[in-house]
T-cell receptor, first 113, second 114 residues
């Protein structure tokens, strides 16, 4: 059973702070890792993806991947109230099911003005 | 470039009926995946189609089926609806469905089974 675990939260941070979201996965064969943001009543929106160990930065977002520890994280710098949403970690299925994303349960983030 | 479109956006059905949902991927994308999202189970993979062929299937009963047309548009069918099938059904479009291809979601179809 391939699993993706996230802290369910809720996580609250003040405006301007750094929000740190974490995710662990069980399938060592997984190759690509995605972060989606989902506002209430909306569909998931892709914000970052990473497939190499290390950091990947895009604007205020930084994804970090450590395959040895089976750990992926998302940092949001200078958090804004508009970042308040549920953040979903998704992992590709690895060998034999590379086209299948397995999602964590999501972390609900609230950025307080 | 237009995004992923799904129709209808909302559906209300009764137990025992069947339903067909439609998804049009981003232009040029050939892979379409379907997911079910419920409060209790979260987002779960249903199946993936590429070039009119189902390449991968999740752990759902045979009542859930799908197909893909030559223009990459996809349909999903659920027969003999059960109350537990009430969910948001999402399709995701990908260039070729490779492990490093991003998947972009449509707005979803909200299905309510009474």
């Amino acid at each position: 059973q391939k699993e993706v675990e996230q802290n369910s939260g809720p996580l609250s941070v003040p405006e301007g702070a750094i929000a740190s979201l974490n995710c662990t996965y069980s399938d060592r064969g997984s190759q690509s890792f995605f972060w989606y943001r989902q506002y209430s009543g909306k569909s998931p929106e892709l914000i970052m993806f990473i497939y190499s160990n290390g950091d990947k930065e895009d604007g205020r977002f930084t994804a970090q991947l450590n395959k040895a520890s089976q750990y992926v994280s998302l940092l949001i710098r200078d958090s804004q109230p508009s970042d308040s949403a549920t953040y979903l970690c998704a992992v590709n299925g690895g060998a034999g099911s590379a086209r299948q994303l397995t999602f964590g349960s999501g972390t609900q983030l609230t950025v307080l003005p | 470039k237009a995004g992923v479109t799904q129709t209808p956006r909302y559906l209300i059905k009764t137990r025992g009926q069947q339903v067909t949902l439609s998804c049009s991927p981003i232009s040029g994308h050939r892979s379409v995946s379907w997911y079910q999202q419920t409060p209790g189970q979260g987002l779960q993979f249903l199946f993936e189609y590429f070039s009119e062929t189902q390449r991968n299937k999740g752990n759902f009963p045979g009542r859930f089926s799908g197909r893909q047309f030559s223009n990459s548009r996809s349909e999903m069918n659920v027969s003999t609806l059960e109350l537990g099938d009430s969910a948001l059904y999402l399709c995701a479009s990908s260039l070729a469905g490779l492990s490093y291809n991003e998947q972009f979601f449509g707005p979803g179809t909200r299905l309510t089974v009474l």
